[in-house]
C-alpha cells in the first residue's frame, strides 16, 4: 500500500492488562511518529524514530509506554498495565528524511474497561 | 513557550461561508506552520502550510494569513463546502521534526 497503515484499527481491553499497536510506515520513509489523541483533544507527541539514531522519548507519559523500530521499518508501541486514561487514538506518521509533511495512518482506538 | 492556542473549538457555517481559524503561538523560534485537516476515523492529512518570510498562501479555496508581529496565523476556507466538514488543526515547528499541535477545531458547513 502507499499510506502509513496501522493495526489493529480497534482495540478493547481491560485494566491491567498489556497491549501492542503496530505500525507500518511510507516505505523509504525514515522518520516514524507515535501520537495520542483523547477523544476532542489535540495531538500529543509521543515518541519519534530517525533512521537508526536514538529515539526521541520525551513524550511517552509514563515508564508504561514503550516503543521499538528496526530500522527503517515497522514500530511497535506498547503499552503496560493499561489504565482506563490510556483511552484513546494512537496515530503514527512517518516522513522522508528532511522532509515536513508527516503523513499519518488512521490509527489505532484503544478503549479501556 | 511551547503552546500554540487554536480557536475557535467549533464553529458552524452555511454552504458558501468563509470560516476562519485562528492560531497563536510564543516560541519566535517557530519557522514552519502546517493545517492538518482530520476527517472521522482517519489521521490527519497535511492541508496547506506557510513559513513565515510571506503573510499569505493560497492553495485552492484555502488561504493562511500570517501575522509575525503578532505571532499569530489563520485558516480561511472560501465558498465552503458540506464536504469540508472536518476537524482542522494547526502547528508548528522551529525546523526540528517535533510539531506542537492546537487543539483543533471542529468545523460544521451545513448544506
Known amino acids: 500500500g502507499a499510506g502509513v497503515s496501522q493495526s489493529p484499527s480497534n482495540k478493547v481491553t481491560e485494566k491491567g492488562k498489556d497491549v501492542e499497536l503496530r505500525c507500518d510506515p511510507i516505505?523509504?520513509?525514515?522518520?516514524l511518529y507515535w501520537y495520542r489523541q483523547r477523544l476532542g483533544q489535540g495531538l500529543e507527541f509521543l515518541i519519534y524514530?530517525?533512521?537508526?539514531?536514538?529515539?526521541?522519548k520525551s513524550g511517552l507519559p509514563s515508564d508504561r509506554f514503550s516503543a521499538e523500530r528496526t530500522g527503517e521499518s515497522v514500530s511497535t508501541l506498547t503499552i503496560q498495565r493499561t489504565q482506563q486514561e490510556d483511552s484513546a487514538v494512537y496515530l503514527c506518521a512517518s516522513t522522508n528524511y528532511g522532509g515536513n509533511e508527516q503523513f499519518f495512518g488512521p490509527g489505532t482506538r484503544l478503549t479501556v474497561l | 513557550q511551547q503552546q500554540v492556542k487554536q480557536s475557535p473549538q467549533s464553529l458552524i457555517v452555511q454552504k458558501g461561508g468563509i470560516p476562519i481559524i485562528n492560531c497563536a503561538y510564543e516560541?519566535?523560534?517557530?519557522?514552519?506552520f502546517p493545517w492538518y485537516q482530520q476527517f472521522p476515523g482517519k489521521g490527519p492529512a497535511l492541508l496547506i502550510a506557510?513559513?513565515?518570510?510571506?503573510s499569505e498562501k493560497k492553495e485552492g479555496r484555502f488561504t493562511i494569513s500570517f501575522n509575525k508581529s503578532a505571532k499569530q496565523f489563520s485558516l480561511h476556507i472560501m465558498d465552503s463546502q458540506p464536504g469540508d466538514s472536518a476537524t482542522y488543526f494547526c502547528a508548528a515547528s522551529s525546523g526540528t521534526y517535533k510539531y506542537i499541535f492546537g487543539t483543533g477545531t471542529r468545523l460544521k458547513v451545513l448544506a
Open positions: 524514530f530517525q533512521g537508526n539514531s536514538a529515539p526521541d
Open positions: 516505505s523509504g520513509h525514515t522518520a
Open positions: 506557510i513559513r513565515p518570510d510571506v
Open positions: 516560541n519566535t523560534a517557530f519557522d514552519y
